[in-house]
Each structure stands twice: as C-alpha cells, then as structure tokens.
C-alpha cells in the first residue's frame, strides 16, 4: 500500500486549513499512523509553530541542492513529520527540470515510509495550488460561511473542475455553529457547483467552531489532550474515519502512492 496523499486547499486565505492539518495529522498519529506533512504554503509556512519547532532547511535548500529531502524532514511529535516548503519556491510550477527531477527523485525516496502525505497549501487560485491539487489523491476545500469564503471556494473549485476531474473533490464546512449548519453550508455550494458545473462535490463532515479545537496553536499545552476534550474532535474523527475508507486511495492513482503525486510535477 503506497502512501496516500490528502491536499488541503481553500478559496480565501483564513479559513482554517493548517489546523485541520494539525488536527488531522494528531488524530491519525493516534491511530498509529506515520504522517508526513509537507508545508506547500510557500509564502506563509507556518505548521512548525503549532509544534513550537524551528525549522533550519526546506525545499529551496533541496533546490539548490545544499541539502537532501531527508535533511529537511522535522520530527515535530510521535508519528508526525514536516518537510518544510520555504518562501524560496514560490513557482514550483515553473521548477527547471532538473529542479522537478531533484524533487521527484528525493519524494520517492519516501515512498513507503509513511501512511499519509498531508499537504498544507497556500490560499487562492495560483497556478501552484492547482498544480497540487491536480497531484494529490484526496482533495480537500475548507470554507467558512462567510461571504467571502463561498464566493472564493466556489471560483477555486470552478477553475480546478476546467482541468481535472472532480473524483474525490471535498468540500469541507469549518467553524461551523453545529453539524447541521455544516451540512447546510455544504449543500448551498453544492447546488451551486450541481447547477453550474455539473459536477457533486462530496461530503465528508463538517468542523464547528470550537476554542479548544484551535488551541493546537498555543505551544504551551500537550497537543493530545487539547483534542481528545474538544467538542470538533468527534467530528474529525468522523471526517478521518471517512479519510480512512476512501475510495480514492484504492483508484489506479491512489495505487500509485508516492509517484502519482510526482507525476503532477513532471507532467
Ligand atoms: N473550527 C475552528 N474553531 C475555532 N477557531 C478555528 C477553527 N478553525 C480554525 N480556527 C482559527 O482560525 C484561524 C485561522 O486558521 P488557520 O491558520 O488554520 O487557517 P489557514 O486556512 O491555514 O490560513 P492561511 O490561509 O493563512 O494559511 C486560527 O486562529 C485558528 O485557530
Ligand atoms: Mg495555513
């Protein structure tokens, strides 16, 4: 079984993906998974400060060839791992082929060593966040009710629909007021995406709003206890539990495990 690859995406920036990355990653640790997280927000990397750790190379060092993937690779608590991106990779779209080879060949070097591949990417519509999307097995969108973050889920997912398939395309309600209102959220932009695209977005669950949930930030306190009494907990575990069965994983991409995800690098 390859490693599986999650990518969390999201229209506006905000919205709540790096601490659903977070949470994710803890829960699956949990389950004895080996998660990697690779922290494809370029600009603003920031998954190591949940995690109070300093990072000293990332992908720009792997580049530049002054350091190996591995070298990049953070333990940043039991069963989860960070490779960091760094602001020096801002059009890994527009790598040089050495470059992408350099990538691909450091990636798959990892293949086997972890369950699950999560990554963290930055917000909006680059030519970068749909080049992963295009890669990953399991796409995720998180969104907010407000405003701003319908209209903008709504455009990242038009504008991914023009050029992939949408098998396996999430969209995922976050600080919602009670599970009923995060199906309800889910169904107003699926109608939208039914009727526009012509395409059904899938569901998975929903995130409420909830302090202890967004507490992984604060470095002071055990990661493990902060989740396991917070209210979004038992609908991560919900939304891992899904994670955990899905089909895309067993798809001929999601067989491919590691290479799929370089695939979209390369072609
Ligand atoms: N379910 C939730 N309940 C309460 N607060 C939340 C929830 N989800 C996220 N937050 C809070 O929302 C803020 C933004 O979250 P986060 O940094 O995860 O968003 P992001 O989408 O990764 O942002 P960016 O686009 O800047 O990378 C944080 O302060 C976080 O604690
Ligand atoms: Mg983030």
């Known amino acids: 079984m390859g490693t599986r690859v999650v990518g969390i995406a999201s229209g506006k920036g905000g919205v709540g993906k790096t601490t659903l990355i977070v949470n994710l990653a803890l829960q699956l640790a949990e389950l004895r998974k080996k998660v990697l997280?690779?922290?494809a927000d370029l600009g603003m990397a920031n998954v190591h400060l949940a995690f109070s750790k300093r990072i000293s190379n990332n992908l720009s060092d792997v580049i530049d060839g002054t350091v190996s993937l591995e070298e990049t690779i953070v333990g940043l608590s039991e069963g989860i791992d960070l490779i960091p991106g760094g602001s020096g990779v801002a059009n890994i779209a527009d790598l040089d082929e050495i470059s992408v080879s350099s990538?691909?060949?450091a990636f798959s070097a990892?293949?086997?060593q972890y369950d699950y591949l999560l990554v963290d990417m930055s917000a909006g519509i680059s030519t970068?966040?749909?080049t992963f999307l295009s890669c990953v097995h399991l796409k995720i969108v998180v969104g907010t009710?407000?405003?701003g973050s319908i209209s903008d889920a709504y455009s990242l997912i038009k504008v991914h629909s023009k050029h992939q398939n949408m098998e396996g395309l999430v969209y995922l309600p976050n600080r919602v007021s009670s599970s009923k209102a995060g199906k309800k959220l889910f169904e107003s932009i699926n109608y939208v995406t039914t009727k526009f695209l012509k395409k059904d977005l899938?569901?998975?669950?929903?995130?409420s709003?909830?302090?202890l949930y967004s507490?992984?930030?604060?470095s002071s306190e055990p990661k493990r206890v902060i989740t396991s009494s917070s209210n979004a907990y038992s609908e991560l575990t919900a939304v891992v539990s899904k994670i955990e069965k899905h089909s895309a994983f067993n798809s001929e991409e999601g067989s491919k495990g590691l290479s799929f995800f370089l695939d979209g690098f390369t072609s």
């Open 202 to 207: 899938e569901y998975i669950g929903s995130i």
């Open 145 to 147: 009710n407000e405003l």
């Open 209 to 211: 709003e909830d302090a």
């Open 215 to 218: 507490r992984v930030w604060n």
């Open 103 to 105: 990538i691909v060949r």
């Open 110 to 112: 990892l293949e086997g």
């Open 128 to 130: 970068q966040v749909l």
């Open 37 to 39: 997280i690779f922290d």
